[in-house]
């Protein structure tokens, strides 16, 4: 999604509300600190089909307006900081 959104394709990634925080942490270290996810009610796993239905049906709003907004640089980027570069998938991470 972050190589989406700095190429100006708006996403919209759905995550349940227990996880704010990690979100909010994972968007700053990948440089999108401004980055808007759509949050939506824990948990979510022993819901019903109808129950699963109404929470999208409660988001689908907020994730149509999401990927229908341009997309946002972040802060970051749009003062010329260079964001991090993301690790890719089994790529070996420097030591501190």
């Not at 990690?22 to 939506?40: K, N």
């Not at 689908?60 to 570069?85: D, N, W, Y």
Request: hydrophobic share 45%.
């Amino acid at each position: 999604m972050v190589r989406l959104e700095r190429l100006g394709i708006p996403t919209a990634a759905v995550a349940t509300e227990p996880f704010v925080d990690e979100a909010l942490e994972q968007a700053r270290a990948l440089g999108m600190p401004d980055y808007r996810m759509v949050f939506i009610p824990h948990p979510v796993q022993l819901l019903t089909l109808e129950e699963l239905h109404a929470h999208a049906e409660r988001a689908f709003e907020e994730i149509v307006a999401r990927l229908t907004q341009p997309a946002r640089a972040p802060a970051s980027v749009a003062a010329g900081i260079t964001p991090p570069m993301e690790p890719r998938v089994g790529a070996a991470r420097p030591r501190s």
